[in-house]
């Protein structure tokens, strides 16, 4: 079954505290990462975490990012992460344009911590980790936080940067000639 159904803001699979896996050697585990993965690809997304498909389990994937968004390679390799976490390397927010497939139509500015340093578990159950930056940083934190039922609305400083993917570019103008505006 490779094509889930995406669990859409509202629904209560979004909302709880995924349990953590305790064989990621699993045969259902590698099922479900497959199933992850194909799910997500064929949504266009960048990222996804277990909940988002009903699935109440502490894995998420990823397509690998480097710190800049315009340097994503959309036939990448995508990571498997089981029982990921992470925490700041230093002090540093920066605030970037996030959609989730859990909210189509969407995109919002969400400030998030510029470097993180992760850890996780591998579907042959090895331990992985390092440090990661800007985009790849912003993508592992946004899918961590799904596994903690929380959606990047929650992470906004301000809703009125809440905008329809559609009307972006009118929004992105209208801004910029603030700033002009201002100068
Ligand atoms: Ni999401």
């Known amino acids: 079954m490779p094509f889930r159904k995406i669990a859409k ?3 209560p699979a979004l909302r709880g505290k995924a349990e953590r896996v305790s064989d990621p050697r699993a045969p259902e585990i590698a099922a479900l990462a497959r199933d992850m993965i194909d799910t997500m690809t064929d949504a266009g997304g960048v990222g996804l975490a277990a909940p988002q498909i009903y699935e109440p ?5 990823m397509r690998r990012a480097g710190a800049k968004r315009e340097e994503l390679d959309e036939t990448a390799a995508v990571d498997v992460l089981i029982n990921p976490r992470f925490e700041p390397e230093d002090d540093i927010i920066v605030e970037g344009w ?3 497939l859990s909210i189509p139509g969407l995109r919002g500015l969400v400030p998030r911590w510029e470097k993180v340093r992760f850890e996780a578990q591998t579907l042959e159950g090895a331990t992985i980790g390092g440090v990661a930056d800007g985009f790849a940083a912003r993508i592992l934190q946004h899918e961590i936080d799904h596994l903690n039922g929380i959606l990047y ?3 906004m400083a301000d809703l009125s940067l809440l ?4 009307e972006w570019p009118a ?3 209208a801004r910029a000639a603030v700033r002009q505006g201002d100068a």
């Open 9 to 11: 803001l509202g629904h």
């Open 153 to 155: 609305p929650e992470r």
């Open 163 to 166: 905008v329809f993917d559609t």
């Open 171 to 173: 929004f992105m103008a």
């Open 98 to 100: 996030e959609g989730c």
């Open 57 to 61: 389990w502490r894995m998420l994937v």
